[in-house]
């Protein structure tokens, strides 16, 4: 006697997984709101300003100098393992990693590609931005600088913005940017600014970096995801070539048909009108006529073109005359 096998767990979490819905009919894309230009401005500002006041060497350096001679590493030095530890979460590589892993499936999940269209679009902004203000500016960091007092900015540095900071502010933002419901949104929200606020004080700590370094990448990273909803477009469109060239790749390696691929939200456009039924109908065809003889039944009647006169025939005569004249 035959029996089936008992389902393990993991064949019930694939189980699961294949009822997942499919591609969502409607994406919830952020848009470039009025509250979302003015806090973009105010942020872009705020940037401006904190490079300003370094460049002038303001009192925001001499805290800096300050709080780098107090040498926190030093004062709490129990805590130092936890610090080596917990700046990890500011490293480009491992929070990519992570977060790509998590994206990943979610985009598995959603049959969609926007999820990592989206980090991989934030990581980009993040590598020009702030790559270009540390070349351009210059600065040395704490372990490197040469006069006390002084800004270090010009002498070949590459510390001011902090990408620490910056970095986890967009990588781990991201989750927040990308949440489905307003309740996780929040929640992600709070998470991944007390994250970035810890690795930016982390560096501090650690003394890898001025404090105006860390105040410049919180700002780095608020601007790139305040400003995600321009590209959002451009990753539509992205998304779309990506799964039609996919399409074309599995027509020419099995030769079937392709699966229509869903288009973006972004990307919908009214259809075209599509031709009319009458017009449709009117099409070159032999016309059709009515034989002579006793009235037929409805559903036995020759179907004429739709909207179209019956053609004149020689040999029909008006009904009640006899035929015998007519007919051979």
Do not use: C
Request: hydrophobic residues 45%; glycine residues 8%.
């Amino acid at each position: 006697m035959r029996t089936e096998r008992k389902p393990t767990r993991l064949d019930r979490v694939f189980a699961r997984l294949d009822r997942e819905p499919e591609r969502p009919t409607h994406i919830d894309v952020p848009k470039m709101s009025r509250h979302r230009i003015a806090l973009f401005a105010s942020t872009l500002a705020f940037y401006l300003a904190i490079v300003w006041l370094v460049v002038i060497t303001s009192w925001l350096v001499r805290l800096d100098w300050q709080v780098m001679f107090f040498r926190p590493y030093q004062q709490w030095s129990e805590i130092h393992w936890f610090v080596d530890y917990y700046v990890v979460l500011g490293q480009r590589g491992p929070t990519a990693v992570m977060v790509a892993a998590w994206l990943g499936w979610r985009s598995w999940r959603q049959h969609t590609l926007r999820p990592l269209l989206t980090l991989g679009t934030s990581l980009l902004l993040l590598n020009v931005t702030v790559g270009a203000a540390k070349i351009g500016m210059g600065r040395l960091g704490p372990h490197y600088a040469t006069t006390i007092g002084s800004n270090e900015m010009g002498l070949g540095g590459d510390i001011f913005p902090s990408g620490h900071t910056a970095n986890a502010v967009v990588t781990w933002g991201i989750l927040a940017y990308l949440a489905s419901t307003p309740r996780a949104r929040r929640w992600l929200s709070a998470l991944s600014a007390v994250t970035s606020l810890g690795v930016g004080l982390a560096t501090v700590y650690l003394g890898t970096h001025w404090l105006s370094d860390v105040v410049l990448g919180w700002a780095a990273g608020l601007l790139i995801l305040l400003a995600l909803p321009w590209f959002e477009p451009l990753i539509a469109r992205a998304e779309f070539w990506i799964l039609d060239l996919r399409d074309r790749w599995r027509v020419r390696g099995t030769g079937t048909a392709p699966t229509p691929v869903p288009v973006p939200v972004s990307l919908r456009t009214r259809a075209p009108a599509q031709p009319d039924e009458t017009t449709a109908a009117r099409s070159p065809r032999a016309p059709v006529h009515l034989a002579p003889g006793p009235h037929a039944v409805r559903s036995e009647r020759p179907v004429t073109p739709a909207g179209s006169r019956r053609p004149p025939h020689a040999d029909r005569l008006p009904r009640g005359t006899t035929t015998s004249s007519a007919r051979p």
